[in-house]
């Protein structure tokens, strides 16, 4: 970015927060968010790379005295690096609550499927989500309706309910539709502790290129995607163990390429962090293997691996802060890659 551009960015942002916080000073829980500045380097380009990876704004507050709740999240990352030069949503959702055990959310969110999906990039201690996840749910959004039945007393079962529009991700080039079911199933064992499964079934459109390359009009996929996942949260002798995993299967829509693949991945995650310390080792393995593409005429059983091995560690070094080093051991089907990165992640409010 030129001193100039640099410059013009900082102005507009001064301005916008200028203006923008008188209004969201009527608000008891003003403004939060976090950034993610990162470096890292890669063995196999030989290279090095800063990036501010994700600068979040976002404000969530009840509206009414029904427990209504409005959230709105911003990313302005790619403003910042002058990718895009633009702003991009991550939350822009009403939930109400019907009645005790059932909820609605509308809007657009994350897709509530499964553990990584929706969890946290604040909170998740390896710089991204497994390979598994973001290739069956790309950029993790959809818009839509959730539905969330939220069992009490006897039963503590979290059923979730959803009909959107595909995920956000898939919304590009020769796209012409989509319409995704989603469900999932929750309960909690213990102290922190879940398990749960999940499953979503879609029906896509696309047209224009990638359809005439076919002597079609319109292709249609239908891909499903089947989940399972637990977190376990130690307690007792085991207090600041923590393991996290989780297993897809089903067919990947590879978006970019307009193409259908049989798949499955996992991942498991293990972190500890001991006693009154404010450091937390992690290890993560994750796997994705898909076939070619099964619209495809050739013959044969070609496949890819995708594996990847991640050692970190986290370091709090005052509140709000947190210092990230991690080191990944990668195998794309036979392409091998290390990469070393460090992070510095600051939440405010």
Same mark, same amino acid.
């Given at each position: 970015?030129?001193? $100039? ?54 404000? @969530?507050? /009840? ?26 949503? @991550? ?23 499964? @553990?990584? +999906? ?12 497994? %390979? ?8 993790? %959004? ?17 059923? !979730?309910?959803? +009909? ?14 989509? &319409? ?5 199933? /929750? ?12 499953? *979503? ?27 399972? $996942? ?15 995993? &989780? ?8 978006? %970019? ?13 293990? &972190? ?13 393995? !994750? /796997?994705?293997?898909?076939?070619? !593409? *099964? ?17 970190? +560690? ?8 947190? +210092?990230?080093? #991690?080191?990944? !051991? ?14 510095? #992640?600051? %939440?405010?409010?």
């Amino acid at each position: 970015m030129s001193l $100039h551009r640099l410059i013009s960015v900082v102005g507009i942002v001064a301005l916008c927060i200028a203006f923008a916080l008188p209004a969201f000073a009527q608000w008891d829980p003003g403004v939060e968010g976090y950034g993610q500045f990162r470096y890292e380097y890669s063995d196999e380009a030989a290279d090095g790379d800063f990036d501010i990876r994700r600068m979040r704004i976002s404000w @969530k507050d /009840e509206v009414n005295d029904v427990g209504t709740m409005a959230r709105v999240q911003l990313d302005i990352a790619d403003l910042l690096e002058g990718e895009g030069q633009e702003i991009d949503p @991550k939350d822009l959702w009403v939930w109400h609550p019907f009645t005790p055990t059932w909820s609605a959310r509308v809007g657009y969110g994350d897709v509530m499927f499964g @553990k990584d +999906v929706e969890y946290s990039s604040s909170s998740r201690l390896p710089f991204e989500r497994a %390979k598994a996840t973001t290739s069956f749910f790309p950029s993790e %959004k959809c818009l839509g309706v959730f539905a969330t039945f939220e069992g009490q007393d006897t039963s503590n079962v979290i059923v !979730d309910l959803g +009909v959107i529009d595909g995920m956000d991700a898939w919304h590009r080039g020769d796209f012409e539709d989509a &319409e995704s079911f989603v469900a999932s199933a /929750e309960i909690p064992f213990g102290e922190g502790s879940v398990a749960g499964i999940s499953y *979503m079934t879609s029906d896509i459109e696309v047209a224009g290129a990638a359809a005439a390359q076919s002597g079609s009009s319109s292709l249609n996929f239908e891909p499903d995607v089947f989940g399972a $996942h637990v977190r376990y949260q130690g307690t007792g002798n085991v207090a600041g163990l923590a393991l996290q995993a &989780e297993y897809f299967d089903g067919d990947w829509y590879n978006h %970019k390429a307009h193409s259908l693949y049989d798949a499955d991945g996992w991942y498991a995650t293990l &972190e500890y962090t001991p006693m009154n310390s404010a450091v937390t080792p992690f290890y993560r393995y !994750d /796997e994705f293997n898909y076939s070619w !593409d *099964m619209q495809a005429t050739q013959t044969g059983s070609s496949s890819a691996e995708y594996s990847r091995h991640t050692f970190g +560690v986290a370091y709090e070094p005052f509140a709000s802060n947190l +210092v990230t080093l #991690q080191v990944e !051991d990668i195998d794309d089907a036979g392409d091998d890659d290390t990469t070393v990165g460090i992070q510095w #992640q600051v %939440k405010y409010k």
